[in-house]
């Protein structure tokens, strides 16, 4: 007998309960689990409050989408009719704003700036060395030909 985690289960509950309901052969198919198996979490899930159930990161972005135009009446009753308390809605608005901002948008921690200011620093003494090894390399290389073209003309004479 198959043993699934939770966060695996309140998926696949997730995807069989509003606003995504999704028929229970599709999730079936989906998830690899048997429709018997996820009736039973269906209604393990349906005897626990709304505000417990799980939602899904498509089913958070549409009631975001769903509820930006309403205003504060309409909005709170959708969130009764839903099991969802408004502050979870900004959250989730926060959430999507934030997943869709350009990373010059979103300001470096004070971690981060100090692991770049230290790779920066890395970077540049590793071209310092490079820009060294490939100056004493030419300088051999010129000394080389030199070398050969004084030899070479004592043999020509």
Same mark, same amino acid.
Not at 108 to 137: F, W, Y
């Given at each position: 007998m198959a043993r699934y985690g939770q966060a695996f289960r309140d998926k696949a509950v997730a995807k069989l309960l509003p606003p995504e309901s999704a028929p229970l052969?599709? /999730?079936?198919?989906?998830?690899? /689990?048997? %429709?018997?198996?996820? @009736?039973? $979490?269906? %209604?393990? *899930? &349906?005897?626990? #409050?709304?505000?417990?159930? #799980? $939602?899904?990161?498509?089913?958070?972005? @549409?009631? /975001?989408?769903?509820?930006? =135009?309403?205003? @504060?009446?309409?909005k709170s009753a959708w969130c009764r009719e839903h099991g969802v308390y408004p502050v979870d809605?900004?959250? $989730?608005?926060?959430?999507?704003?934030?997943?869709? *901002?350009? #990373?010059?948008? /979103? #300001?470096?921690?004070? &971690? =981060?700036?100090?692991?770049?200011?230290?790779?920066?620093? %890395?970077?540049?003494? %590793?071209?310092l060395r490079k820009d060294r090894a490939l100056a004493e390399t030419a300088a051999l290389l010129v000394l080389s030909k030199k070398v050969a073209a004084i030899f070479n003309k004592g043999e020509d004479e």
């Amino acid at each position: 007998m198959a043993r699934y985690g939770q966060a695996f289960r309140d998926k696949a509950v997730a995807k069989l309960l509003p606003p995504e309901s999704a028929p229970l052969q599709v /999730v079936s198919r989906e998830m690899g /689990v048997s %429709e018997a198996t996820l @009736e039973r $979490w269906r %209604e393990e *899930a &349906q005897t626990r #409050p709304a505000r417990a159930r #799980p $939602w899904s990161a498509g089913a958070r972005l @549409e009631a /975001v989408i769903t509820t930006a =135009a309403m205003n @504060e009446a309409a909005k709170s009753a959708w969130c009764r009719e839903h099991g969802v308390y408004p502050v979870d809605l900004v959250k $989730w608005r926060l959430n999507c704003t934030t997943a869709l *901002a350009d #990373p010059q948008d /979103v #300001p470096a921690t004070a &971690q =981060a700036t100090r692991a770049d200011r230290k790779r920066i620093k %890395e970077l540049e003494r %590793e071209v310092l060395r490079k820009d060294r090894a490939l100056a004493e390399t030419a300088a051999l290389l010129v000394l080389s030909k030199k070398v050969a073209a004084i030899f070479n003309k004592g043999e020509d004479e």
